[in-house]
């Protein structure tokens, strides 16, 4: 068992060497393993581990803030991490995989430290049809049973959580009723605090139009048309101008 737990971080005994920043999953003797693709991430590596029997501080996995993880292979700002072999992680879902998080560092070879935001909400994704190319952050809804970019009138079905390049392709989506913050991509500058609306090609602004909804509370800044930003989302979308 741990000999000591404060907050995200405790120690406990590893069955074999780990590398620090690995992902780690606890076998049934209690002791920490190198996870695989296919395994939840208990914890991360805070150091090395040498030898079984070897007592290290593990950060749990699902504490808050932000995590390292080490990367496979090349991973873009915004990607969505998955679970890897050899305890690192990747922007490739292979067959088993776990969502991980969203990459906030860039990785430009294998074996790079990233910094990774652990989503909670990742377990809420859905795998949609696109009707068509879609930006990753916008907001969507359904029409004839595909995605399609949403406007200004429409509620928000949920937010694409990649770039879709073409009709037919899968779209991974968040939906807009999924707990906790959710990205948004705005149309206009936006201050932290500001209530957000829907606003025309998938947008959100802080300018309530005709017919437009309320999506949420900025928790972020945008500086800019164009800009991500993250909400709180309403626990009910009520109408805005009329």
């Known amino acids: ?8 971080r405790i120690t406990m005994p590893v ?3 780990i590398e620090r920043y690995r992902r780690t999953v606890l076998e049934a003797s209690g002791k920490l393993a190198l ?3 296919t395994d939840r991430t208990f914890g991360i590596a805070w150091r090395k581990g040498f030898a079984d029997g070897d007592y290290i501080p593990v950060d749990l996995a699902g504490g808050q803030g932000t995590h390292y993880r080490i990367a496979s292979g090349a991973m873009a700002v915004n990607s969505i991490a998955y679970t890897a072999a050899a305890g690192k992680i990747s922007d490739v879902a292979g067959v088993g995989a776990h969502p991980e998080g969203l990459v906030l560092t ?7 430290l990233v910094t990774i935001l652990p989503l909670a909400i990742l377990e809420h994704l859905l795998t949609l049809t696109a009707g068509g190319a879609i930006d990753q952050y916008l907001r969507t809804t359904l029409t004839a049973g595909k995605l399609e970019i949403a406007g200004l009138t429409d509620r928000t079905l949920g937010v694409v959580m990649q770039d879709i390049d073409a009709e037919d392709d899968p779209a ?6 999924a707990p ?13 605090g500001d209530m957000t609306y829907t606003a025309a090609a998938g947008k959100i602004s802080d300018v309530a139009g005709v017919d437009s909804y309320e999506e949420g509370i900025a928790l972020t800044l945008a500086a800019a048309d164009e800009d991500p930003i993250w909400v ?6 009520h109408s805005g101008v009329t």
Do not use: C, F, V
């Open 106 to 112: 860039p990785a430009n070879a294998d074996g790079d």
């Open 172 to 177: 991974l989506l968040l939906p807009a009723n």
């Open 35 to 37: 996870a695989e693709m």
């Open 1 to 8: 068992m741990s000999d000591y737990s404060e907050g995200r």
């Open 180 to 192: 906790g913050p959710q990205p948004r991509i705005a149309s206009k500058a936006i201050d932290i």
């Open 232 to 237: 709180l989302p309403l626990a009910t979308n």
């Open 15 to 17: 069955s074999e060497e």
